[in-house]
């Protein structure tokens, strides 16, 4: 009995099954990633932002089709199907590499890409437009009020066509007696939506690069098992079962 064969195709087997189990994960990170920034692409320029969303999906995608390969071609010592589940593995391995480059880099710009947009879009808001809705959106959600602070709304053109009272989704939750007047600040949330949503996005794209980051992790373990495989298949003839 070979250890290292029986080993190699333990792993590789529970590679098939967590490719299975990761398909159904992957595509739920990448979904999640995608409509978290969806909900506030009013406040993003850069619509690169989505490239590691799209590719864990697409991973995702065909990791059900790749685990039925790999669990064959496992089972049977098949050289040409350990080869392409190799060749897989590699490019899943390049491709989760690649999201994790994206996603690192744009972690790294999110403050900046806010701090230019997100005053444009406030500027904008007249209670009606896509902006306003987008706006109303986020300080309802995330409990903010203006870009750094609720004050800033007294530099905006809707303060002034409103009575100087800012937009009604800057009212706590459940509050019936908010009308937006400043003289109220109790009732109002005062926190700057900036430092929210930087945090969100933050932690959202943290998320997907930790999944990201153990799934490449586990893909090397696999491309090292069908190396063994592979290599000491060829100096024995027949299978080598799992169990003696």
Not at 57 to 71: A, L, N, P, R, S
Not at 160 to 188: A, M, R, W, Y
């Amino acid at each position: 009995m070979d250890c290292g064969i029986i080993t190699s195709k333990t792993v590789l087997l529970l590679l098939s099954v967590i490719f299975w189990a990761a398909g159904g994960a992957l595509a739920y990170v990448g979904s999640y990633v995608i409509k978290s920034y969806n909900n506030f692409d009013n406040f993003l320029e850069d619509k690169y932002t989505l490239i590691p969303a799209a590719i864990i999906i697409t991973v995702g995608v065909v990791m059900f089709i790749i685990g039925t390969v790999g669990c064959c071609a496992t089972l049977r010592e098949s050289k040409v199907g350990l080869s392409f589940f190799l060749m897989i593995l590699l490019a899943m391995f390049a491709a989760e590499v690649a999201a994790l480059v994206f996603a690192f880099i744009y972690q790294g710009r999110i403050k900046g890409d806010l701090e230019r947009s997100m005053s444009d879009v406030f500027q904008k808001y007249d209670g009606e437009n896509s902006e306003s809705r987008a706006v109303d959106y986020l300080q309802s959600q995330l409990q903010c009020c203006g870009v750094q602070t609720y004050m800033n709304w007294t530099t905006m053109p809707w303060f002034s066509s409103s009575n100087n009272t800012v937009p009604i989704s800057c009212c706590k939750q459940n509050n019936t007696e908010c009308t937006g007047k400043l003289d109220q600040p109790d009732l109002l949330n005062t926190q700057g939506c900036e430092v929210k949503l930087e945090q969100l996005l933050q932690d959202v794209m943290s998320y997907a690069m930790l999944v990201i980051l153990g799934f490449a992790i586990i893909k090397f373990f696999g491309m090292l098992s069908v190396c063994v495989i592979t290599c000491k298949s060829g100096r024995r003839t027949g299978y080598q079962t799992l169990y003696v």
